[in-house]
């Protein structure tokens, strides 16, 4: 598990990834998902861990 610091080369690049998520996020559990991360973000900032498959999951609510 990684910090959102050691997964992204820039916090901005995160930043986005949760705004494009947040729009496209189409199901009720995909809308809960990135909340609870956004949440998560607003707690901890970049320091936050993010598993490998989280941020998968998010790339593929932006993707769908």
Known sequence: MSTI???F???K???QLMAD????????????FVSDIYSRYEKY???MY???KQR???ERIVDD
């Open 5 to 7: 610091s050691d997964m």
């Open 9 to 11: 080369d820039d916090v």
């Open 50 to 52: 993010l598993t490998e």
């Open 13 to 15: 690049d995160f930043e």
């Open 56 to 58: 998968e999951k998010l």
């Open 21 to 32: 998520a947040a729009s496209q996020a189409k199901t009720e559990w995909a809308q809960e």
């Open 45 to 47: 900032g970049p320091g």
